[in-house]
């Protein structure tokens, strides 16, 4: 199944909030400050990977368009959050959950929440990907990568 819709904008990347707070992020000892790189990761989505990313998802995700339309109206594409993950050298994400007290959400049943945060994932882990894979120079220095 395909979705064809107009791709929206980027999420601006809210923080500083802290990327040991989620599922799968290894907190270090001892913290130097917001390594999250939040700005450059948002300049990156920016110049082209949320685009790339988006289609390659829309191409295979199974969210119908009434879905879809629900996730914009309860803005839950602006509230993914991508972070540089320094304990594991790439790149996190966080994808939001439905809240099931929203005007917009009241239609849905448990399965279709399901489906979505589902999809939703899928969408973060494909940024995630397309971020690390063609848009941060892995031959770069810093942590690896290089973030110019």
Known sequence: MSLDVEI?????????????DY???DEPEEWTGDEARRE????LLEAGAWEDAFEEWATDTYLTDG????????GLLESFDFYWNQSASDVGYRSPPVPTDAEGAADLDDNDIEDIEEELDSLGRIV???LESDYIDSDGNEF????E
């Open 23 to 25: 599922d799968a992020v």
């Open 67 to 74: 879905e879809f339309r629900t996730v914009r109206e309860l």
């Open 144 to 147: 690896g990568y290089s973030w």
């Open 128 to 130: 995630s990907d397309v």
């Open 8 to 20: 929206p904008d980027p999420p601006t990347l809210h923080g500083p909030q802290n990327p040991s």
């Open 40 to 43: 450059e990761l948002a300049g």
